[in-house]
């Protein structure tokens, strides 16, 4: 199925979003933290935390899933990417981001959840250049639309409008005939 319309930018604070599901750019250990972690933590309250606390782990470039509590998003999917490090196998690492938004939807699709809002993972205090992690992202996000990803809405939720303008300007690429 086409992208067209099923992918957005905006520019808000991801833990306002009335959408099925918000991805958290989380750590492999889950280990509270702070950006956008310690903004939904905050929003979603204490028993979010402790259902981390529970699952443990989620592997570099994997996904796992919990409720979203006192968010209005009913869900959290929780993603780690890896730290950016220049000049260390680049492949790989872009591997592992582009791996972190194919895990979110894939577990999306299993849920059934059809609105889903990323922030831009790996872009704060993992240390990843903006526009190498937003084309990954974009091409990982467009890749599972396009093979039969169920989601009618993929939310890049930025932080700031130069984040905002970069995913515009891959979108409206994407439309050009
Ligand atoms: N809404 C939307 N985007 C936000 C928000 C918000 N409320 N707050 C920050 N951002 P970061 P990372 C943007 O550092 O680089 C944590 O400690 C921010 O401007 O949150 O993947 C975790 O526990 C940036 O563009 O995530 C990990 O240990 C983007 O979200 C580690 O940081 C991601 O920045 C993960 O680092």
Sequence with gaps: MSV???IEAIRADIT?????????AANSGLIPGGGVDGAI???AGPKLTEETSQIGRCP???????KGYNLPARFVIHTAAPV?????D?????RLLASCYASALKLADE????????????????????????HL???????HLTTGGKQDKVIFCCFSEADRARYQALIEGSETP
């Design 111 to 134: 849920r059934g959840l059809k609105t889903i809002a990323f922030p831009a993972i790996g872009t704060g205090i993992y240390g990843w250049p903006a526009e190498r992690a937003a």
């Design 4 to 6: 067209a319309g099923r």
């Design 60 to 66: 570099t470039g994997g996904a796992v899933i919990t």
């Design 84 to 88: 950016w490090a220049t000049g260390y």
């Design 16 to 24: 306002t979003l009335d959408v099925n599901a918000i991805v958290n």
């Design 90 to 94: 680049e492949a790989k690492q872009d």
């Design 41 to 43: 933590r905050r929003a």
């Design 137 to 143: 992202a974009f091409g990982a996000v467009t890749r």
